[in-house]
C-alpha cells in the first residue's frame, strides 16, 4: 500500500477501548487522547480541538449502550469542521454497527504502527479528495476529457484466489458493485488494468496471500487500493498487515458484518479513485494553460482562498513559492529565454511534488507551486537547485 510514515494534521485521538500508541518522537503536549465512553455516559461533548482519528473498538461498548451511543457519536462527527478518519474495531463474532461511516472497519488485533500509519494514510486521502472538490468546482472539467481504463466503470470488487467462497463474496457485496474472480496476482492485475477495481480481496493460504498483495502492491496503479486479506489462523494476523493488508478478516464473519467490511473498503476505494481521475484531469488542463499564457489570475486567487479555507479547518496552511527565474537568481535576456527557464522550473516543480500539490503558470506572477506542507517546499527547494545547479547554470 502506499506508505504514510506522518500525520498530515496533529490532534487528540477520539478512542473507545483502544488508542494506538504515538511514537515517541511524535509526541506533543496538546494531543490529550480523549475516551468517549466516559463523555458520552455524561452527556458531554469532547473537546473543540480537531481529532487526528477516531477509533471505536466495539467489544468495549456494553450491547444496551451501542445504538444510542453511535448514534450521539455520529452528531458529534456531524459537527466536526471537516472529515476525520473514523475507524471501527471488531471481530469475525461482533455485530455490525448501525449510523456511522467509517473509513474502514479493521481487524481489532491491527498493529498499533499499522493502525498509525493508516491513519497517515487515510487522512492524505481526505486531503487529496477535498483538493479534488475544490478543483473540479473551481477549474471545470476539460470536455471530452478520458480516463486510464483503471479509472473507469462503476465499482468493482477484484476476489484472488480458488478457496470455493466465490458466491460467498457475491452474497457480501452490494448489488451495484460487479464482483471478479482471478486465480492469481498476476491474473488479478491483468484484470484490474482493464476497468476499475475499488477493493480487492485474497482468500488463499498466507504464503500465497502475501506474494499476491506484494504483486498488487509494486504495481503504482494499484498501491493505494484497499485490501482485505482472508485469515483462518490469528497467528498470521499480523505477518498479513505488515506485508500490506488493508484489513483481515479472520475466521468466519457473520454475513452482515462482512458485508460492512466491505462496503467500507469498496468505498474508500471509489473515493480514492474518483479522487485519483479529476486530479488527473485537473493536471491536464492547468498543462494546456500554460500554452495559453497562464491561469488567469483571479482564478487562481479564487483557489487560494478556498484552499487555504479547507486547510485552516485543519489548523494547516497553504505554502505557496513563486518559482520565476529571479526568484533563483537566474537571468532572462530574452522572451525566449524567459519561457524556457519557466519551462524547467514547471517540470522540476511538477515532478518533485504531489498531485495534491498545485503547479502552474499563472498569468503575471510566473510559475508558483502551492504545497500541503512545509516539508514539500523544502523539498522542492533544494530539488530546483541541483537542477539549476547542473543545467541553467552550467557554463
Not at 6 to 25: M, N
Not at 152 to 174: K, P
Not at 298 to 311: G, K, P, S, V
Request: proline share 6%; hydrophobic share 40%; glycine share 6%.
Amino acid at each position: 500500500m502506499d506508505v504514510e510514515t506522518s500525520l498530515s494534521w496533529r490532534g487528540p485521538y477520539w478512542y473507545v477501548g483502544r488508542c494506538p500508541l504515538r511514537p515517541a518522537s511524535a509526541h506533543a503536549e496538546n494531543d490529550q487522547d480523549i475516551s468517549l465512553m466516559g463523555l458520552f455516559d455524561r452527556s458531554l461533548s469532547p473537546p473543540q480541538q480537531l481529532p487526528a482519528a477516531v477509533i471505536v473498538d466495539i467489544q468495549n461498548i456494553p450491547t444496551e449502550k451501542r445504538h444510542p451511543f453511535f448514534l450521539w457519536l455520529a452528531e458529534e462527527i456531524r459537527t466536526l469542521p471537516c472529515d476525520v478518519p473514523l475507524y471501527v474495531l471488531t471481530g469475525s463474532e461482533d455485530e455490525p454497527v448501525d449510523g456511522l461511516r467509517p473509513m474502514a472497519i479493521l481487524e481489532r488485533s491491527v498493529p498499533d504502527d499499522i493502525l498509525v500509519m493508516l491513519i497517515c494514510i487515510h487522512q492524505r486521502a481526505l486531503l487529496r479528495s477535498e483538493e479534488a472538490r475544490i478543483r473540479r468546482r473551481i477549474f471545470g472539467r476539460i470536455p471530452g476529457f478520458g480516463a486510464a481504463p483503471h479509472y473507469t466503470g462503476g465499482s468493482g470488487l477484484m476476489v484472488v484466489g480458488v478457496s470455493g467462497r466465490f458466491l460467498e463474496w457475491q452474497a457480501a457485496s452490494s448489488h451495484n458493485v460487479e464482483v471478479v474472480g482471478a486465480f492469481d496476482g498476476g491474473m488479478a492485475t491483468e484484470f484490474m488494468a482493464q476497468r476499475a477495481f475499488d477493493a480487492v480481496v485474497i482468500d488463499s493460504t498466507s504464503e500465497d496471500t502475501i506474494d499476491y498483495m506484494q504483486q498488487i502492491r509494486r504495481d503504482a496503479r494499484f498501491a493505494s487500493l484497499p485490501v482485505l486479506a482472508v485469515c483462518e489462523d490469528p497467528e498470521d494476523v499480523v505477518g498479513l498487515f505488515r506485508n500490506g493488508a488493508s484489513d483481515v478478516l479472520l475466521g468466519r464473519n457473520r454475513p452482515e458484518t462482512l458485508n460492512r467490511r466491505l462496503a467500507s473498503a469498496i468505498r474508500l476505494g471509489k473515493r480514492r479513485r474518483l479522487a485519483d481521475r479529476v486530479l488527473s484531469e485537473s493536471h491536464m488542463w492547468l498543462q494546456q494553460q500554460i500554452t495559453v499564457g497562464g491561469l488567469d489570475c483571479d482564478l487562481y486567487d479564487h483557489y487560494l482562498e478556498t484552499a487555504a479555507n479547507a486547510m485552516a479547518a485543519r489548523g494547516l496552511d497553504l505554502w505557496e513559492m513563486r518559482l520565476s527565474p529571479e526568484n533563483f537568481n537566474i537571468p532572462a535576456s530574452t522572451a525566449e529565454d524567459l519561457a524556457e527557464l519557466n519551462g524547467t522550473l514547471l517540470s522540476v516543480a511538477d515532478a518533485t511534488s504531489r498531485d495534491e500539490d498545485l503547479v502552474c503558470l499563472v498569468r503575471g506572477l510566473g510559475p508558483v507551486a502551492v504545497l500541503k506542507n512545509e516539508a514539500g517546499t523544502l523539498r522542492l527547494q533544494k530539488r530546483i537547485n541541483s537542477i539549476l545547479a547542473h543545467t541553467v547554470m552550467a557554463p
